[in-house]
């Protein structure tokens, strides 16, 4: 299944985020706007991408396009959200270079498993205000779930592909299930 830019506009208009201009610009490697320089701490979608990687199914494509415009649409107008996202990636990355050497979205895929694993993501209690592991959970494994499974073609994975407020959604919630 290839996700594209409209599921993640579809994933931000079900977490009711209006959607400007700014979802089209999109930065897959954490470098500044002009295409220069190193990777900056302050822009957390490359990592956002590399986090995606392991958590969605691997039958998902599309996963950095859908990732890139989700994110930009996410931190447009909620400064405050993208800052609470930057202190995440830094406790990953945190955690990432004392388990493996290197920043989180460098890593490999199964080492990136093995990071998360070690910070305790699969228990740990979704808290915006709560300790390091919480917070990594609330803003960045949350919220990449929610964005893939809100969209139509992510939530067909979970048997949801019609939502309500989607068309066929109400239809959808009106016949008896199939057994």
């Known amino acids: 299944m290839e996700l594209s830019r409209r599921d993640a506009i579809a994933a931000l208009a079900a977490a009711g985020i209006g959607v400007g201009g700014a979802?089209?610009?999109?930065?897959?490697?954490?470098?500044?706007?002009?295409?220069?320089?190193?990777?900056?701490?302050?822009?957390?979608i490359g990592t956002l991408v590399?986090?995606?990687?392991?958590?969605?199914?691997?039958?998902?494509?599309?996963?950095a396009e859908f990732v890139e415009t989700y994110a930009t649409g996410r931190f447009e107008d909620?400064?405050?959200?993208?800052?609470?996202?930057?202190?995440?990636?830094?406790?990953?990355?945190?955690?990432?270079?004392?388990?493996?050497?290197?920043?989180?979205?460098h890593l490999s895929v199964e080492?990136?498993?093995?990071?998360?694993?070690?910070?305790?993501?699969?228990?740990?209690?979704?808290?915006?205000?709560?300790?390091?592991?919480?917070?990594?959970?609330?803003?960045?494994?949350?919220?990449?779930?929610y964005a893939l499974f809100s969209s139509p073609k992510g939530g067909a994975i979970a048997g949801t592909e019609n939502p309500a407020g989607y068309p066929g959604g109400l239809g959808a919630y009106q016949q008896e299930p199939s057994l």
Do not use: I, K, M
Not at 24 to 35: K, L
Not at 81 to 98: G, K, P
Not at 113 to 130: K, N, S
């Open 50 to 63: 590399s986090l995606a990687d392991v958590l969605y199914p691997s039958s998902v494509e599309g996963t």
């Open 23 to 44: 979802a089209v610009y999109t930065v897959s490697d954490d470098r500044p706007p002009d295409g220069g320089g190193e990777p900056t701490p302050d822009e957390p």
């Open 78 to 105: 909620d400064d405050a959200h993208r800052s609470q996202v930057v202190d995440a990636v830094a406790v990953l990355d945190s955690r990432a270079e004392a388990e493996a050497g290197a920043a989180f979205r």
């Open 111 to 145: 080492e990136r498993d093995d990071v998360l694993r070690a910070l305790g993501q699969r228990h740990a209690d979704p808290d915006p205000d709560g300790n390091d592991r919480q917070r990594v959970r609330y803003y960045l494994v949350n919220d990449l779930l």
